[in-house]
């Protein structure tokens, strides 16, 4: 079944807490330890269950192009030409016969491999050394011992039931064959994998999906059987033979690797998790970062409408990180949103350097009109940042708030050596932007005679000839000269 996530609705779902029922993705727990399938709910603290890649699986059946792709991968298909080509040219003699059974037990070992690959999340083939390096050639032994085992059943059905019970037993063993191989693949227990029990519940938790997949395979049986006749009844026997077993091989990879995706489409149903594994090879790429995780709570208090909560939980972070401009974003926009007036008179040094920094006028322009709501007169008391502030909104087009800032500023601040810079910014406002010439040849005037080792009094002269012919004041010329 597929769950969406409770915060971020079209978002598969990747973990679920048992005791608040939410789902939740990985944008709501970067700090989820995907590797190890741990994570503490957000809410509640308590453990909760992985759901993998349970949720985004695309169905079996819009995959059937890539089933038939998949064995044309370059390690199935060595494993495919070493298995089929090398008995033909093997002596025909005992060592040829040994050859063959080892090559076969191989080719079997790899197709039962790419089930539990697949299951795991692989959706590319395991590597050539899966069928003839390591352990699990015992598979094919399980599997003739399954067979044996469901033939004994057939064969005590029909002497405790007669024709009839041997017929509905058959009948079922036939049904039930692909789901005893899935269950043989990832269990590895012939009992498992013969238990009628075991077998209905996995049929029953798939669902109609299961009659569906039995349906293509038993045309892939089809198709692969009357492959082999044509290659057999058309071509020569020296081509024939490696034709027939290379088609045989190929559809079997097909089947195997259909009966492993669907474990892996229907794992939350089955009681496993795994992921989509990339080439990468590293399901746990969250970086788990505490402010990631932070992030994620501010984000699903905000939708569960957590305000004050949102509010308190930034406020103890800039506690702890005074200057950090998101976090100061975050504050702005939450104190802004809820119209906080003695909250953002409470913080504004440091919100009105954020909106300076990023050259937001507007918000600024915003942000001095409630603050002189609260305390007509609002004067700030850092020079430099206001200066800063009164030139973002210069460049907003905000001349008065500006002039605002700059109001008196040679009494406030007498010693400062932004003074130069904030009296050239007030008469541009006042010449660029209001057209008050006089006004803004005033203050340009008082820059010539008191910042005189100021670097701008060097071009007072040039901006006062601009004022008197009322032309707009241009700002300082930009000068590559090197210093010596």
Not at 46 to 58: D, F, H, N, S, W
Not at 91 to 98: W, Y
Not at 412 to 438: C, H, I, K, T, V
Request: charged share 15%.
């Amino acid at each position: 079944m597929k769950h969406d996530c409770h915060y971020h609705p079209g978002d598969p779902a990747k973990w679920h807490c048992g005791e608040c029922q939410m789902h939740y993705c990985n944008r709501c727990m970067p700090d989820a330890d995907t590797r190890h399938r741990r994570a503490l709910c957000p809410r509640c603290s308590k453990a909760m269950r992985y759901l993998g890649a349970a949720t985004e699986v695309v169905p079996f059946w819009h995959r059937i192009g890539a089933f038939f792709r998949y064995p044309f991968h370059t390690d199935p298909l060595m494993v495919i030409a070493i298995c089929t080509l090398v008995p033909i040219i093997a002596p025909a003699n005992i060592i040829g016969l040994v050859i063959w059974l080892v090559l076969a037990l191989a080719l079997f070992k790899y197709t039962y491999a790419v089930i539990s690959h697949t299951a795991e999340g692989h959706l590319k083939p395991p590597p050539v050394s899966v069928a003839f390096t390591g352990s699990g050639f015992d598979i094919v032994i399980l599997q003739l011992l399954v067979f044996v085992l469901m033939g004994g059943l057939v064969a005590a059905a029909a002497m405790i039931g007669g024709p009839i019970l041997m017929m509905l037993a058959l009948a079922f063993a036939i049904l039930a064959l692909p789901a005893s191989i899935m269950v043989l693949a990832m269990e590895r227990s012939v009992g498992a994998a013969v238990n009628p029990m075991n077998l209905a519940v996995l049929i029953s938790r798939i669902g109609t999906p299961y009659f569906l997949l039995y349906g293509y395979l038993i045309l892939l049986t089809l198709a692969s059987g009357a492959a082999q006749d044509f290659a057999v009844d058309h071509f020569p026997m020296w081509v024939a033979q490696p034709l027939a077993g290379f088609l045989n091989s190929t559809f079997t990879l097909i089947l195997f690797h259909m009966l492993g995706y669907l474990l892996f489409q229907y794992q939350e149903e089955l009681g496993f998790a795994s992921d989509i594994q990339g080439e990468e090879g590293d399901a746990d790429q969250q970086n788990r970062d505490r402010s990631t995780r932070f992030d994620a709570d501010l984000d699903m208090n905000l939708k569960d409408g957590n305000y004050d909560r949102v509010q308190s939980m930034l406020i103890e972070s800039l506690k702890k990180d005074r200057d950090n401009p998101k976090r100061i974003g975050q504050l702005y926009q939450i104190l802004t949103a809820r119209q906080a007036t003695t909250e953002l008179y409470r913080y504004h040094p440091r919100l009105m350097a954020w909106l300076a920094q990023r050259h937001d006028g507007d918000g600024l322009n915003q942000l001095m009109q409630t603050l002189q709501a609260a305390e007509p007169g609002f004067q700030l008391d850092d020079p430099e940042l206001a200066v800063q502030c009164a030139s973002a909104l210069y460049h907003r087009g905000h001349f008065k708030p500006a002039l605002r800032l700059l109001q008196d500023f040679h009494k406030r601040f007498p010693d400062s050596d932004q003074l130069a810079p904030a009296y050239l910014l007030a008469a541009q406002a006042l010449a660029n932007g209001l057209q008050q010439w006089e006004k803004a040849s005033a203050f340009l005037a008082f820059i010539k005679k008191r910042c005189v080792t100021h670097p701008l009094h060097g071009q007072i002269d040039t901006w006062l000839d601009q004022a008197r012919n009322q032309q707009p004041l241009k700002g300082p010329k930009a000068s590559f000269e090197v210093p010596e």
